[in-house]
């Protein structure tokens, strides 16, 4: 299996180098940085999003919501939409709180697992599937051209069926993981104006994507072929969300050009 294991690259003193150098330091050990990195992103583009609705609430719809939230009828045409929407979140503080407190109970683990690099790739990807799973639901259900989404919990989704993965492939009895997993599923069905679609494409590119790296860990004998190995899946990985993506616009009501 993977070993995320990390050790410091050089030098213990914070002063030595200064702030970048302890940085670069820092970043080769254990402390999650990258589940910190992703926590600050989304509460620092949160407060900007509140400040924005509380004084210029016109403009957080047209500016904010209106071009950084993922539409799929808009999605190509705005293909920054795939990122920006995943670190944003509804105006209800519950919203963001749930999803930041979700990330922190799986975000270090996996992180420490997987290794930083390899996590970022994990939640960006697994974000990526979230934004195409309403692409395909749009492609199927002609009214899901009409909607659009903000949030984490395609990436968290995600996260879930990577540590899915690891626990079964470690022989641990996963049935608690499992029946919390479906509790989440289901919620949608309780709390209105919840994108299940998005989860639902999240959890499978996560797993997929842990599946996939489980398997070229297993093959590849050195370091530097595993690195060459995770990187060629995870470029496969976004141009096959691209490609379904593109597959997906086809019956979008709204041409492409």
Not at 66 to 73: D, G, I, T, Y
Not at 210 to 230: K, Y
Request: with cysteine; aromatic share 12%; proline share 5%.
């Amino acid at each position: 299996m993977l070993n995320g294991k990390y050790t410091n690259p050089g030098g213990s003193g914070r002063g030595s180098g200064g702030p970048l150098a302890y940085m670069r330091r820092r970043w080769g050990s254990d402390l999650p940085l990258a589940t910190v990195g992703i926590t600050l992103i989304c509460i620092l583009v949160w407060l900007v999003q509140m400040i924005a609705y509380l004084l210029r609430p016109q403009d957080y719809l047209t500016v904010l919501v209106n071009r950084l939230a993922f539409a799929p009828a808009l999605a190509l045409r705005s293909p920054w939409m795939f990122v920006t929407s995943m670190f944003m979140h509804s105006t209800n503080v519950t919203h963001i709180l749930f999803n930041m407190i979700t990330l922190w109970v799986v975000g270090p683990v996996l992180e420490r697992f997987l290794g930083r690099w390899r996590f970022l790739v994990l939640y960006l990807l697994s974000g990526l599937g979230g934004d195409l799973g309403l692409m395909v639901y749009a492609a199927l259900v002609p009214s899901g051209w009409s909607t659009s989404a903000i949030g984490a919990s395609g990436a968290l989704f995600g996260l879930f069926g990577a540590i899915l993965v690891i626990y079964r492939r470690m022989g641990m009895d996963i049935r608690s993981m499992v029946i919390w997993m479906i509790l989440n599923f289901c919620m949608p069905l309780i709390v209105p104006g919840i994108a299940w679609q998005d989860h639902v494409g999240g959890f499978l590119a996560g797993l997929l994507y842990m599946v996939a790296l489980d398997r070229i860990a297993g093959r590849a004998r050195t370091a530097r072929s595993f690195t060459v190995r995770w990187i060629g899946v995870a470029i496969v990985f976004l141009g096959g969300i691209a490609a379904l993506a593109f597959l997906c616009n086809m019956t979008n009501p709204i041409p492409f050009m």
